[in-house]
């Protein structure tokens, strides 16, 4: 198992990071609460903390920048009918401490909004992870705002998170018609385009 990895971030995108360590490029799957928190590409070297889904046919990485993003991770794959990519979903939609929160309240509600989560998904996730999540202190993530806006990139992380490229494009589309709008990073005006999908 590969705990973290520590190396030059290349390649930045709201999905994955590609982060280079002794010469070697690791593809990293991430979520929008992640690339939030990342830095500029090419700084010092930064430490991705990581968990490897391994199937029959692939392996594949996904990288968090803290502890308690990986550990509700692990704890939201465990759920029945949850996996990796609904998992990565969960913590783009919301952060760790709201989805925290919602399940120790047992807020079905909540997590409902979040794109694959119906009712008994959600029932199932309070069912199940509760008392894990009781026992654990999340905090609120800081969000670091990225300069990159660019509606073509919020598009292309949407339709890699599994949403219709054109349903992708109305919520966007709405989201930057509220004022204010064209100033938003890029991790927020897909955040903001998820409440509208």
């Known amino acids: 198992m590969i705990d973290y990895i520590i190396g030059k971030l290349v390649n930045k995108q709201p999905t994955f990071i590609v982060l280079e360590s002794h010469g070697i490029g690791y593809f990293i799957n991430i979520s929008l609460n992640t690339f939030s928190g990342l830095p500029v590409l090419n700084t010092e070297s930064i430490k991705i903390l990581t968990y490897v889904h391994i199937k029959e046919d692939s392996h594949t990485l996904y990288g968090f920048l803290e502890e308690m993003e990986r550990t509700l991770f692990t704890h939201l794959i465990s759920v029945s009918g949850i996996g990796p990519g609904t998992g990565r979903m969960i913590l783009s939609s919301m952060n760790p401490n709201e989805i925290g929160q919602a399940i120790i309240q047992g807020d079905i509600t909540a997590l409902q909004k979040i ?11 309070i069912l199940e992870i509760q008392d894990k999540i009781k026992k654990e202190t999340y905090s609120l993530s800081n969000f670091t705002p990225i300069n990159n806006t660019i509606k073509d990139e919020a598009l292309q992380a949407l339709v890699i998170l599994g949403f219709v490229k054109n349903s992708a494009q109305k919520a966007l589309d709405k989201v930057l018609e509220e004022p204010g709008s064209e100033s938003l990073a890029l991790d927020k005006l897909i955040k903001m385009a998820l409440k509208h999908l």
């Not at 794109?115 to 996730?125: F, V």
């Open 115 to 125: 794109k694959g989560i119906g009712a008994k998904s959600a029932q199932r996730i």
